[in-house]
């Protein structure tokens, strides 16, 4: 993500991040999916996704055509990305009634990127509030609440004050970002141990996950880790500002902190949730990478208590928390998720024709579409996959293990793709000036290029362009934070043509590396053979079908395109107890929209096979060269 100055409004959404990199945009509503499988309509790849460059970062907000004050039973999903806090509330049949978003502040130093929980704060009750009032819905019909974010680290006193992770000082700066790559040689400390936990993490953590970035503060910081009283995952540390309860998610403490989730298995009982006692730490891992002091007080600052996903937390919204988002005290918040985990949850039943097999679930992948990119899969037994996070077990779906995989850069690659092209301003004041977003623009000129160079399909018009996208390292499969990123074929064409061009390769690369994550899941276990797809990415509907013939694999996309706001609202409506269960609750509320299938051209596939075999490749020189510059410098 290229973010100017040292400090700017977001404009991005993320990892693990899920909503377009989005300023103001319209929502889009579609209409119920016919009934027969994969069916996909003419109107498939009429979506487009808005610019995330060029448009002002101001509260961005919808509503549904119809009135929504006749709905009794409301439920509220709140998302926070690296870019804004959006707030979405739905019926009881998964329909979204309205939703608003307000931007939020992010500063990045070189590798230090951080945010402020006091903000975000305000940002969330600004979203809620906008969100109610454009869906003319008052807090009594809101019957539960569900909170999703980045898995953002949270650094918070005794008192719930923020205290500062940044070398600048400023206690606003409260929240190591989940991208903040700080902490590298961290993570290489700890990958260094081969404790016995890392096998849970794909065999290594990663700069983006929580122990190293704990270990960083604590190695750099000293006063404010002698500070802090809570240390907290950004969705954990929401529910706790609505509720006042310090029970924290499986799903982020099992993801991102090494906390064993499986130690639960002989004491689940998903229908009576309850706050579990935290048995799943270990100990000897925390003593032996310098961190043992978070173990005291039966694990005080990193949590003594976890809970399922939607697990009513203490006695609902606080009376504050109900004031600043205009809501009611008491009503029923569930035990969060991170932001692409929620996306799943909102997206894994989408189907056109709904299955009772509980196996069926395990041969689909949902793609979470932002900023970054992340891979979600689920199994009955446990499989270890090297270099893809997990398995992870009742961290999304209770009882399923979960594996992660993930790249680091998508939304945030194409931004600087475009940004950094000499065309870059033409094309934005062009996109202004139709009133349409700066990706449409760019799929309707390589529509045309493709006409009058009178290429045999859109994606040959990268022939001579190839791009490895590991701009921000390699996240899955790989597992190589020091990965860089390739384009090669550049030339002096300064023309918007040849932005289209290195745009459309981009998207590929990145599809390339979905593909390899696939493959790679499949040669470890799993059986994928059909993808959903949410996020801001998913609304372009050149990125959808580049997946699509580059894979192999039909992609199906969910009637509310808001799939990380409805995974939110689920768990809302899981705490009301108006569902049994998580699984039930996804089965009532998830709905299928369009499908888009592979190219039956041949060419397609050829063409695609080859330039995959050019992306492995540019990996491997990449190994080689890094060696040879090693020896060099020996």
């Known amino acids: 993500m290229n973010m100017k100055g040292k400090e700017i409004l977001g404009k991005g959404r993320t990892r693990s991040d899920t909503t377009p990199l989005l300023g103001k945009h319209k929502q889009q509503h579609q209409q119920p999916h016919p009934k027969n499988r994969f069916h996909s309509s003419p109107s498939a790849c009429s979506h487009s996704i808005s610019s995330p460059l060029f448009l002002e970062m101001a509260a961005a907000i919808s509503s549904a055509s119809s009135s929504p004050t006749s709905h009794c039973n409301v439920f509220l999903g709140v998302d926070v990305g690296t870019g804004s806090a959006r707030a979405g509330l739905f019926d009881e049949e998964g329909k979204l009634l309205g939703s608003a978003s307000s931007p939020i502040q992010i500063w990045k130093e070189g590798d230090c990127i951080e945010q402020s929980s006091t903000d975000i704060w305000h940002a969330v009750c600004s979203a809620v509030k906008a969100a109610c009032s454009l869906a003319k819905i ?372 990145i599809a390339y590396g979905t593909r390899h994550i696939v493959e790679h899941y499949n040669a470890n276990g799993h059986k994928i053979d059909t993808l959903l797809a949410c996020g801001g990415l998913s609304k372009n509907a050149l990125f959808i079908q580049e997946h699509a013939d580059i894979i192999g694999c039909p992609i199906i996309l969910p009637r509310e395109s808001e799939s990380v706001l409805l995974g939110a609202a689920i768990l809302g409506a899981v705490a009301a107890k108006k569902y049994t269960c998580l699984s039930e609750a996804m089965k009532a509320l998830n709905a299928a929209g369009q499908v888009i299938h592979p190219s039956t051209d041949s060419r397609v596939k050829k063409y695609h096979d080859a330039k995959y075999c050019i992306f492995r490749e540019l990996y491997q020189q990449q190994l080689s060269q890094r060696s040879i510059m090693a020896q060099a410098l020996a």
């Open 138 to 509: 008052d807090g009594e019909q809101v019957k539960g609440i569900g909170f999703a974010a980045t898995c953002s680290l949270v650094a918070v006193d005794a008192d719930g004050s923020p205290v500062t992770v940044s070398w600048s000082g400023d206690s606003r700066r409260n929240i190591i970002v989940w991208m903040d790559h700080r902490a590298v040689k961290q993570a290489e400390k700890i990958n260094s141990r081969n404790s016995p936990v890392l096998q849970y993490c794909g065999g290594s953590v990663s700069p983006e996950m929580e122990p190293p970035k704990l270990l960083w503060v604590k190695e750099n910081l000293q006063e404010s880790w002698s500070m802090v009283f809570r240390w907290m995952d950004l969705s954990d540390w929401l529910s706790y500002r609505a509720t006042g309860d310090g029970t924290r998610s499986l799903c982020t403490t099992v993801c991102k902190w090494t906390y064993l989730g499986h130690a639960h298995m002989q004491h689940i009982n998903e229908k009576d949730s309850r706050d579990m006692e935290a048995c799943g730490w270990d100990d000897d891992f925390w003593e032996e990478i310098g961190l043992g002091d978070l173990v005291e007080g039966h694990h005080a600052k990193i949590g003594r208590s976890v809970a399922f996903p939607g697990h009513a937390l203490g006695s609902g919204l606080t009376p504050t928390a109900a004031k600043e988002l205009g809501l009611v005290a008491g009503t029923p918040v569930g035990t969060s998720l991170i932001d692409a985990h929620a996306g799943g949850v909102g997206v894994m039943e989408s189907l056109p024709e709904k299955e009772n097999d509980n196996e069926a679930i395990c041969h689909r992948m949902v793609l979470v579409c932002g900023t970054s990119t992340c891979h979600m899969a689920v199994s009955r037994d446990k499989l270890f996959i090297p270099g893809v996070w997990g398995p992870f077990w009742s961290a999304m779906i209770p009882e399923y293990w979960l594996t992660e995989g993930g790249q680091s850069a998508t939304g945030a690659l194409l931004d600087y793709i475009i940004e950094s092209h000499v065309a870059s301003p033409r094309l934005a004041n062009h996109a202004a000036s139709q009133k349409t977003s700066l990706f449409h623009l760019l799929n309707n000129i390589l529509e045309s290029m493709m006409r009058e160079l009178q290429c045999p399909f859109i994606a040959a018009l990268t022939e001579d362009t190839h791009v490895l996208p590991d701009f921000h390292g390699n996240r899955s499969p790989i597992a190589d934070p020091k990965a860089k990123g390739v384009v090669f074929g550049l030339t002096l064409n300064p023309s918007e043509q040849q932005l289209a061009r290195l745009y459309l390769a981009a998207v590929q690369a």
